[in-house]
T-cell receptor, first 112, second 119 residues
């Protein structure tokens, strides 16, 4: 079975600072990895995903994530935080045989 | 922490029959629940937003007469796949929104998902 661990349920950064949201996964087969963002009272929005190929994945809104197999990690980063980035972020893992499993989520707060 | 229970976790049904999937928030009241569908190797697709006591809001391309959503209470939302066909076979997952006082903001919690196979 697959699982995802998001380190840090709450992360606070200043506007303009680096955003780093951590995600580690467990999977016995090559994983598909996803990052989603959820704004209040809205459904999930896909930020980016990794399936195969290049391990550095670029997504929307300036976010990117790097798949590191040796570390079983898929951390999400953004060089410069914007106030509009404040939201809840979910890391998820899936593969061709299994269904999507989510981390517990990380609440990102951006301070002016 | 908050728990969302989705039932059943898997179901096999005959083509033409209807299947009901339940999503319950066990220890909190969820004013809003979301229903998603996952296709193999793909990300989730939002099907509809369900608000307690009102009609669900469906995303474009989702047939509301086929995917009936009922949110009768603050702890229960149901998705009924009517007259199921093999192409409806998929993984369906629900999410419930709770207000977290400690952060004065909403948080989302996910059900375990339901694997539907229509034969």
């Amino acid at each position: 079975a697959q699982s995802v661990t998001q380190l840090g349920s709450h992360v606070s950064v200043s506007e303009g600072a680096l955003v780093l949201l951590r995600c580690n996964y467990s999977s016995s087969v090559p994983p598909y990895l996803f990052w989603y963002v959820q704004y209040p009272n809205q459904g999930l929005q896909l930020l980016l995903k990794y399936t195969t190929g290049a391990t550095l994945v670029k997504g929307i809104n300036g976010f990117e994530a790097e798949f590191k197999k040796s570390e079983t990690s898929f951390h999400l980063t953004k060089p410069s935080a914007h106030m509009s980035d404040a939201a809840e972020y979910f890391c998820a893992v899936s593969d061709v045989f299994d269904d999507m499993r989510f981390g517990a989520g990380t609440r990102l707060t951006v301070k002016p | 922490g908050a728990v969302v229970s989705q039932h059943p976790s898997w179901v096999i049904c005959k083509s033409g029959t209807s299947v009901k999937i339940e999503c319950r928030s066990l220890d909190f009241q969820a004013t809003t629940m979301f229903w998603y569908r996952q296709f193999p190797k793909q990300s989730l697709m939002l099907m509809a937003t369900s608000n307690e006591g009102s009609k669900a809001t469906y995303e474009q391309g989702v047939e509301k007469d086929k995917f009936l959503i009922n949110h009768a209470s603050l702890t229960l939302s149901t998705l009924t796949v009517t007259s199921a066909h093999p192409e409806d076979s998929s993984f369906y997952i629900c999410s419930a929104i709770a207000f977290a006082r400690q952060v004065m903001n909403t948080e989302a919690f996910f059900g375990q998902g339901t694997r539907l196979t229509v034969v």
